[in-house]
């Protein structure tokens, strides 16, 4: 099914799952007695977060923020974001984890913490999935990091091309063999 376009998997469902079990415990240790509200970035964040969530033990709340990021082409995040749909709470006082699939460059994480840092939240921390560190253009605080991965396009577990791919349940490497499909390829 997706082996015209997966060249190799990265990261498999075994090691998704066990990692984010980790990152579960971890958040429910530093959250404990807090009043954590869970931020997920739609949509590439919502694989990650839904299985996050029934790894955390304390009680949290889960919000939902879509955002749109406008390219300057194949590979590049311009960081001129576009709130689509905001949150429905009030984060003000309340400790914030956003939740996110990937950070790249960096542009779009910066600007959700500017954005939201400015609502005067207790604490706002970032756990993301995957990180390109190699990547990076705006320096980002990454309190909680799944995977470090190399620079290359990845699919699956909320990362699409195209929009597709998203339902992968596993992180693969996109086969570099299909420009046409590359160059059209939503970061
Ligand atoms: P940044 O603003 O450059 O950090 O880009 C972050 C966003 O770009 C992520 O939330 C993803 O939607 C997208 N993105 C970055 N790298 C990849 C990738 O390898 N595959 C799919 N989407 C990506
Ligand atoms: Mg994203």
Redo the contacts with the bound molecule.
Sequence with gaps: MHEEIIGRILVDEDSLQQRVKELGQAVSVDYEGKDLVLIC?LK??VAFLTDLMRQVTIPHEIDFMAIS?YGMGQR??S?VVRILMDLEANIEGRDVLIV????????????LLRTLGARNPASLCVCTL?N?AG?R?VPVPLDYIGFDIPD????GYG???DEKYRNLPFVGV?KEAQPEQHRT???
Aim: charged share 25%; glycine share 12%; hydrophobic share 40%.
């Design positions: 970035v590439g964040g990021s590049q995040s960081g996110e699939d990937i950070v790249d460059s960096g542009r779009t994480m910066s600007y995957l390109k990547r253009v290359e396009f990845v699919l990362l699409d091309l996109f390829a939503q970061r």
